[in-house]
C-alpha cells in the first residue's frame, strides 16, 4: 500500500466533485472514474487497506479473506459512501480466519438500524468462536445501515429532498453509482466485501419498530442449502417465501450464495432467549458445514416448527386504540377475533378477525393505530406457491422484517 494510491484516489475525488455538477459528463467515464480503485496488485480483488485507523481498527476498502492470517481474529471498518458531512460511514467487520481452510460463511446484521438483537447474535456467534479450532472463515458485518443504526432506526436518514428515509433492504445489490448514498452503500458493500468473501451467508433481522415479531425465519426452502440451514434452527415458525426484490438475501441468492433471513423478536430492545435460539441454530450451521466441531444442538424439530407459505396480514380500518385478544406463536382459527379497536369514548370500532387458520408471527406494538398500518399477520400453509395463492399474502407494508 503506497500513499500514493491514496493521493491519487483523494485526486480521483475531486475532479469527480468538480466536474459532477456538469450534465454532460459522459456516463461511462463517470462510472469508469467512481469505480477506480486503489487495489495495488492491480488485479481488482486484492484487500485495499486506506491507510488509515479508527480506535486501532485497520480501515478497508476492500476485502479479500485470503489475505488475512489464519488462526486470528481480525477486526477492520470497512469504508462506506460518504455522509453528508464528508466523512465515510464505516461499518465494523470480524472475520475469524480459521486455521484450515474450508467453507466461507458471511453473517451481517444492522440492515434496518433498529434492530438490535441481530448485531447481537451475530456478536454472540462470533464470541463463540475459535478461530485455533475453525476451518474456514466467518466474517460478520455488523451495521450495515450505519447511519440508521446511530438514530437507532430502521431507514437510512438521507439528504435526497430535505430530510428523506430510505428503507436500505430494498436497495440490494446496490449500485456505486447509485441515485442515493444508500444505494451506493449497499453497492459497495455488496461488490467489495461481502459477494467476493460469502460461500453462504445469513442476514439477520427482527420485527420492526411498532410491530413485534414471533421467533421465525424467511427463506425460499427450494434452495437445498437453504432448507439445510433453516432446518437447523430451533424456532418455531418459517416462511418459506422468497420474498422481496432488493432484500440482501436475495442479491445473495442471485449470485448462487444461499441465503435467508431469521427475525429475531421485536426491535429496539436485546431479546436474550430469543438471540439464544438463533445463536444455537448459527453454531449448529457452521457445525453442519465443518467450520467448528462439536456436537448438533437443538433444531427445528425439536420446536416442531411451522413452515408457512403465505402470511395473511390484519389491516387497520380505523383510527384508534388496539387490544389483541391473542399472543405471538398462538395457533389461531379462521373467524377467530384477533384484536378490538375504540375510540376515544372507550366504543369498539372495529373487531379484526383472521381469514385463515395458522399461527400469529407478528403483531404491532404501538398502541394507537391509524386506518391503514399492518396490524397482525398469521402465518399459514396453502396449497401452491405464494404467488398462486388466492389471499394477498402481504404486501410492502405489511413485510415484516
Ligand atoms: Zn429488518
Not at 36 to 54: A, C, F, L, M, Q
Not at 193 to 205: E, G, M, V
Not at 233 to 238: E, I, S
Not at 375 to 382: I, K, N, R, T
Request: charged share 20%; aromatic share 8%; net charge negative.
Amino acid at each position: 500500500m503506497s500513499p500514493n494510491k491514496i493521493d491519487r484516489r483523494d485526486f480521483m475525488a475531486s475532479s469527480i466533485a468538480a466536474v459532477g455538477t456538469t450534465a454532460t459528463l459522459a456516463g461511462e467515464s463517470r462510472a469508469a472514474a467512481l469505480q477506480e480503485d486503489t487495489d495495488p496488485r492491480g488485479s481488482g480483488s486484492g484487500t485495499v487497506y486506506t491507510g488509515e485507523s479508527i480506535q486501532g481498527k485497520k480501515v478497508v476498502s476492500r476485502l479479500n479473506v485470503d489475505d488475512l492470517d489464519p488462526g486470528r481474529k481480525h477486526f477492520l471498518y470497512f469504508q462506506g459512501v460518504q455522509s453528508p458531512g464528508g466523512q465515510h460511514w464505516y461499518v465494523s467487520v470480524v472475520v475469524i480466519k480459521g486455521i484450515r481452510p474450508g467453507k466461507r460463511f458471511t453473517l451481517t446484521s444492522g440492515v434496518h438500524g433498529d434492530e438490535m438483537s441481530s448485531i447481537q447474535t451475530v456478536q454472540t456467534v462470533i464470541d463463540r468462536l475459535d478461530p485455533t479450532q475453525m476451518s474456514g472463515t466467518v466474517m460478520a458485518v455488523l451495521d450495515i445501515a450505519r447511519p440508521a443504526v446511530e438514530s437507532m432506526q430502521r431507514r437510512w436518514p438521507n439528504s435526497g429532498r430535505g430530510a428523506d428515509l430510505i428503507d436500505m433492504n430494498r436497495e440490494w445489490p446496490g449500485d456505486e453509482n447509485g441515485a442515493s448514498a444508500t444505494s451506493r452503500h449497499a453497492g459497495l458493500l455488496f461488490n467489495r466485501l461481502l459477494k467476493p468473501n460469502s460461500d453462504f451467508a445469513i442476514d439477520f433481522h427482527t420485527g420492526t419498530t411498532g410491530l413485534e415479531v414471533a421467533a421465525f425465519l424467511i427463506g425460499d426452502r427450494r434452495l437445498p442449502d437453504v432448507k439445510t440451514m433453516a432446518d437447523l434452527y430451533p424456532v418455531g415458525l418459517m416462511w418459506d417465501d422468497p420474498a422481496y426484490p432488493g432484500v440482501l438475501h436475495n442479491a445473495f441468492v442471485d449470485v448462487g450464495i444461499p441465503c435467508f433471513t431469521p427475525e429475531v423478536g421485536a426491535a429496539r430492545i436485546l431479546d436474550r432467549d430469543m438471540i439464544g435460539l438463533f445463536v444455537e441454530g448459527t453454531l449448529n450451521v457452521l457445525k453442519h458445514y465443518g467450520v467448528v466441531s462439536g456436537p448438533i444442538g437443538r433444531t427445528a424439530a425439536d420446536a416442531s416448527m411451522l413452515i408457512g407459505n403465505a402470511a395473511f396480514p390484519i389491516i387497520a380500518t380505523h383510527g384508534g386504540l388496539v387490544e389483541f385478544h391473542a399472543k405471538l406463536d398462538d395457533e389461531v382459527k379462521a373467524g377467530q377475533t384477533i384484536a378490538v379497536q375504540r375510540n376515544m369514548f372507550g366504543e369498539v370500532v372495529a373487531e379484526y378477525t383472521t381469514a385463515v387458520d395458522g399461527k400469529l408471527a407478528a403483531y404491532r406494538t404501538d398502541a394507537s393505530s391509524d386506518p391503514g398500518n399492518i396490524l397482525a399477520f398469521v402465518l399459514f400453509s396453502q396449497p401452491g406457491s405464494p404467488s398462486q395463492s388466492g389471499v394477498e399474502p402481504y404486501n410492502e407494508k405489511s413485510y415484516p422484517e
